[in-house]
T-cell receptor, first 115, second 114 residues
Framework: GAVVSQHPSRVICKSGTSVKIECRSL??????MFWYRQFPKQSLMLMAT?????????EQGVEKDKFLINHASLTLSTLTVTSAHPEDSSFYIC???????????FGDGTRLSIL | AQSVSQHNHHVILSEAASLELGCNYS??????LFWYVQYPGQHLQLLLK??????LVKGIKGFEAEFIKSKFSFNLRKPSVQWSDTAEYFC????????????FGTGTRLKVLA
């Protein structure tokens, strides 16, 4: 149980393109989802916390207009990287929890490469 | 601010050797503690967690961790590693009085030689 699906797994696109990444909880309802960014050989850095039906809470230094998050239902959150540039290239990971205090369940991640 | 330190960035062991990976956190209040493992090409998976109670926590695949409050530590151990334990290990802290956010350590890359 507690499977999180993330799609796509890899994206390669030109600079200036907007890219949407989906995160779905397949067998549970996720009250809260999280979006992380992981640079090579570094830890996961939390970008934002996404709650169903409300605006995402962004971490300090994360541009909310650059990284648009929509949590439209209890099983789906999307991250859109708008007008992506090479410096946005990274590994993006989502996670979801079933409720307060419960462990996070992670998706497989999306490797974004901007040319 | 909360932070999590994993002192060992790379560890190389032979099969059957014992493993201990360090994790220290900085937070004065009550915390929930986690160890996650990421096998090559796979997503992060929960190894074990500590919320309260017995400070010695047993997880999957023979792993255990001990919460020592006075040392702000939550070290991961396994008495005898296998080649299949080759992976990256992340320690994470969640302060339940705040949000559900985790603070992750930088990870420890373990390589077990057959």
């Amino acid at each position: 149980g507690a499977v999180v699906s993330q799609h796509p797994s890899r994206v390669i696109c030109k600079s200036g393109t907007s890219v949407k990444i989906e995160c779905r909880s397949l067998d549970f309802q996720a009250t809260t989802m999280f979006w992380y960014r992981q640079f090579p050989k570094q830890s996961l850095m939390l970008m934002a916390t996404s709650n169903e039906g409300s605006k995402a809470t962004y971490e300090q230094g994360v541009e909310k207009d650059k990284f648009l998050i929509n949590h439209a239902s209890l099983t789906l959150s999307t991250l859109t990287v708008t007008s992506a540039h090479p410096e946005d290239s990274s590994f993006y990971i989502c996670s979801a929890i079933t409720g307060a205090g419960q462990p996070q369940h992670f998706g497989d991640g999306t490797r974004l490469s901007i040319l | 601010a909360q932070s999590v330190s994993q002192h060992n960035h790379h560890v190389i062991l032979s099969e059957a050797a014992s493993l201990e990976l360090g994790c220290n956190y900085s937070y004065g209040g009550t915390v929930n503690l986690f160890w996650y493992v990421q096998y090559p090409g796979q997503h992060l998976q929960l190894l074990l967690k500590y919320f309260s109670g017995d400070p010695l926590v047993k997880g999957i695949k023979g792993f255990e961790a001990e919460f020592i409050k006075s040392k702000f530590s939550f070290n991961l151990r396994k008495p005898s590693v296998q080649w299949s334990d080759t992976a990256e290990y992340f320690c994470a802290v969640n302060a339940p009085s705040g949000t559900y956010k985790y603070i992750f350590g930088t990870g420890t890359r373990l390589k077990v030689l057959a």
